[in-house]
């Protein structure tokens, strides 16, 4: 792995106080490299969305130290793209302009931005409607507009918080291909948080398990397969192997079950 980007020892979060908290996430050690792709796979309810918050300062956490490239996290992340399950455009903002909102609300110069909002919208797809609507658009030309804003600033850290979730099959196999071919043109450090085992799999250089609540890591994978994985990747034996193992620890946790109730 590369140095480190990230670095979390002991961080845990609880939520309430008094008689009745409740232990959201156990203490958590886990460091990722500069440039890494890594993916967070576990059930709802784990704490992988509590996890995004922390690394991002949107959450105090309750224990533990927290570095993001070298900085305590003492409040708000800003120099981070964060990408949600949805995406949240502005209806009364064309395409550009929905990308551009990021340079907006940071007071940043929009005219030295522009280039770069254009450059990500031909990336994603999405050249073609610079001036149309949400409301004209897919779900999958939507998430990739949301793609292109989390990135127009030019972080150099990304969050995405199951970004793919609300798509159908199709799109999503199509989106995770993109991504990948836009995350080896940037080279940003990833962090991206999936229900799906397939999903993290075929994305990431390291897959972190995590149980159910109180969340922990129940293991680190590695997945060593060659880059771009492609549509093909699911032939590949790593890819095969990582899904069983990661499989049967869920069937393990009660998380899976083997046979209808």
């Given amino acids: 792995m590369t140095s480190t980007g990230i670095s979390l020892r002991g961080v845990s979060k609880t939520y309430g106080v008094g008689d009745r908290p409740t232990l959201a996430l156990s203490p958590i050690d886990l460091d990722i490299g500069d440039g890494e792709f890594l993916a967070i796979v576990g059930p709802s309810g784990c704490g992988k969305s509590t996890l995004l918050r922390l690394i991002t300062g949107l959450l105090p956490r309750s224990g533990g130290d927290l570095t993001v490239f070298g900085k305590p996290v003492t409040g708000p992340v800003t120099d981070v793209g964060i990408v949600f399950q949805q995406p949240v455009l502005l209806e009364w903002r064309n395409v550009l302009d929905n990308v551009l909102f990021q340079i907006d609300?940071?007071?940043?110069?929009?005219?030295?931005?522009?280039?770069?909002?254009?450059?990500?919208?031909?990336?994603?797809?999405?050249?073609?409607?610079?001036?149309?609507?949400?409301?004209?658009?897919?779900?999958?030309?939507?998430?990739?507009?949301?793609?292109?804003?989390?990135?127009?600033h030019e972080p150099p850290l990304l969050m995405m918080d199951e970004p793919f979730g609300a798509l159908d099959a199709l799109t999503r196999e199509q989106m995770r291909v993109d991504l990948e071919r836009l995350w080896l043109e940037t080279k940003k450090t990833v962090v991206f948080i999936t229900h799906s085992i397939d999903e993290a799999v075929l994305l990431a250089d390291r897959v972190v398990v995590m149980s159910p609540r109180p969340g922990r890591i129940e293991t680190i994978i590695e997945i060593d397969m060659p880059r771009p994985r492609g549509l093909a990747a699911r032939k590949n034996p790593v890819f095969t192997e990582a899904v069983d193992a990661i499989t049967e620890i869920f069937l393990e946790r009660g998380v899976l079950q083997r046979h209808p109730t």
Wanted: aromatic share 6%; proline share 4%.
């Fill in 105 to 152: 609300m940071r007071g940043l110069d929009r005219e030295k931005y522009r280039p770069k909002a254009l450059e990500l919208l031909h990336a994603v797809g999405l050249g073609d409607f610079l001036d149309r609507r949400p409301y004209e658009l897919s779900g999958g030309m939507r998430q990739r507009a949301s793609i292109a804003r989390g990135l127009v």
